[in-house]
């Protein structure tokens, strides 16, 4: 049976422990309150980019602009977005978990080449067989839009140089607070299956042409697809904090609930002790 002392200090010690669950968590539920009504204000415009682009590139052919080419996919760049923090429940390593099931399947046929963003991206993939193009490991809580534009830009080059023939993302897609869902989205081509035109459809009178519209759409449609996805992704990984942390908070709640009982029946244990002696004293000193 455990010493009061040890009971004590154990309380205290899982006491505190609640206490920064519970800052973390009132942090994380207000930056992701913060993101939520962005990802949700923004929805309805980055989800009119993709639709637009397949139309446009069914109108144009794949000859019109280098990111419409569609080649043989003998060399994959994958971008993969996690978090730079951990307690987050399995935000990260289901992801990584996916991410690497989904490049091992496709390096089978093709040589996969990486672009990370997130520190856990970036610890995980160092001991993978995948060369890596690109990391950004420090707070990428706090970057920029015209950093993430950045990296749009570069996997854009890469592909019209032709040093990559396909770039999917795989991130996590805010669908609920309960659990985000994982989405392995195909950014480049942009034409990646032949949808054509829709039946009846009346192709644009483009001004001042299909051709120079393009030089601006693709670029713009592209570098709006990956915001989408990083925050998208920092949404889901506040939303599974603040859950890791209010789940942390309870058991701890319940912990100490247990500690203060087991302490109060050694303390009244001890007290009953004393007591049969006092009286075991008493009625001996009578007799």
């Known amino acids: 049976m455990p010493a009061l002392i040890d009971?004590?200090?154990?309380?205290?010690s899982v006491q505190n422990t609640r206490q920064i669950t519970k800052a973390m968590k009132t942090?994380?539920?207000?930056?992701?309150r913060k993101s939520q009504r962005r990802v949700l204000e923004s929805r309805p415009w980055w989800h009119t980019w993709p639709a637009l682009l397949l139309r446009a590139a069914a109108w144009a052919g794949p000859g019109m602009h280098p990111l419409l080419a569609r080649r043989e996919e003998m060399r994959v760049t994958g971008l993969v977005i996690t978090s730079d923090k951990g307690l987050a429940g399995a935000?990260?390593?289901n992801l990584l978990a996916r991410a690497q099931e989904y490049f091992e399947e496709r390096a089978r046929e093709s040589e996969v080449r990486l672009a990370l963003i997130g520190k856990k991206?970036?610890?995980?993939f160092r001991r993978a067989a995948f060369p890596v193009d690109l990391a950004v490991s420090e707070?990428?809580?706090k970057i920029t839009p015209a950093e993430l534009e950045g990296i749009a830009r570069e996997l854009m080059r890469l592909f019209i140089l032709q040093r990559t023939d396909a770039v999917v993302v795989v991130y996590n897609e805010f669908k609920s607070i309960l659990a985000p869902r994982v989405t392995i989205l195909p950014l480049l081509p942009v034409a990646a299956e032949d949808r054509g035109a829709e039946p009846g459809a009346?192709?644009?009178?483009?001004?001042?042409?299909l051709r120079e519209a393009l030089v601006r759409l693709l670029p713009l449609g592209l570098t709006l697809q990956v915001l989408h996805c990083f925050f998208e992704s920092q949404a889901a990984e506040h939303a599974a904090r603040m859950m890791a942390m209010d789940?942390?908070?309870?058991n701890a709640e319940e912990l100490i609930g247990r500690l203060v009982l087991e302490l109060n029946k050694i303390r009244q244990a001890s007290i009953t002790k004393e007591l049969l002696e006092i009286m075991t004293a008493v009625e001996a000193q009578a007799g």
């Open 247 to 250: 789940n942390a908070t309870r």
């Open 139 to 141: 707070r990428t809580d």
């Open 202 to 209: 009346t192709e644009p009178d483009w001004e001042p042409g």
């Open 91 to 93: 935000f990260n390593s």
């Open 121 to 124: 991206a970036v610890t995980y």
């Open 7 to 12: 009971l004590r200090r154990r309380i205290r």
């Open 27 to 32: 942090v994380s539920t207000a930056k992701f």
